[in-house]
């Protein structure tokens, strides 16, 4: 049996559960919650593959509804997705961490296995428990630039300076994904 990946802006879908590939109704570039096949691709925890990892100019878009009572969900873009390392051992580029108990949205990377000290600050905590939300990674030449519902909350400068080896986002927590581009 051939396994096809769903892919969508060149995110390959792979839900970390089931831990196969899943087909997408042979429509690789329609990725919503509307058909009950396709919702299975989003369940979380996440992983997708970035095809050909980030570059100036790409941008990762995450749609969902923040779960009724949410503690925190993370966006994580991630490097060495076909490597020999243990998960734990792969570089993170971008970590973003919605926590609900103080209404703060953190950012940090993980480079050669240690993590960065947490940036923290935002003018406001735009997540309401129950209610949708709309992330954008927008890849620059010295950042990721970071808006949610069409409002740029912050700048993270790259820790991870080989952007095509960002390969990987990975999504987890209490949210529900409804799209991703």
């Known amino acids: 049996m051939a396994v096809q990946a769903a892919e969508k802006d060149g995110i390959v879908l792979k839900n ?9 109704l042979g429509n690789p570039g329609l990725i919503s919650p509307d058909k ?10 996440f992983s997708g593959r970035i095809r ?6 790409k941008k990762i878009i ?10 925190s969900f993370n966006v994580s873009l991630t490097c060495g997705r ?5 998960e734990s051992q792969h570089d993170v580029a971008l970590k973003l961490t919605a926590r609900f108990t103080d209404r703060q949205f953190l950012r940090s990377a993980k480079v050669s296995g240690k993590w ?7 003018a406001y905590f735009p997540f309401i428990p129950d209610q949708p939300f709309r992330i954008e990674i927008h890849c620059e030449h010295q950042r990721f630039r ?12 790259h ?20 799209k991703l581009g």
């Open 146 to 157: 970071i808006f949610v519902d069409g409002h740029q909350l912050f700048d993270f400068y």
């Open 52 to 57: 050909g990892g980030m570059r100036p100019g």
């Open 116 to 122: 960065t000290e947490e940036e923290a600050s935002t």
């Open 16 to 24: 970390v559960e089931d831990d196969h590939l899943n087909d997408s």
């Open 82 to 86: 076909d490597s020999e390392k243990e």
């Open 36 to 45: 009950e096949d396709l919702s299975r691709l989003l369940t979380v925890p």
């Open 62 to 71: 995450v749609m969902g509804i923040v779960d009724l009572e949410p503690d």
């Open 159 to 178: 820790k991870v300076k080989s952007l095509p080896s960002i390969d990987t986002v990975r999504i987890q927590g209490d949210l529900q994904i409804t």
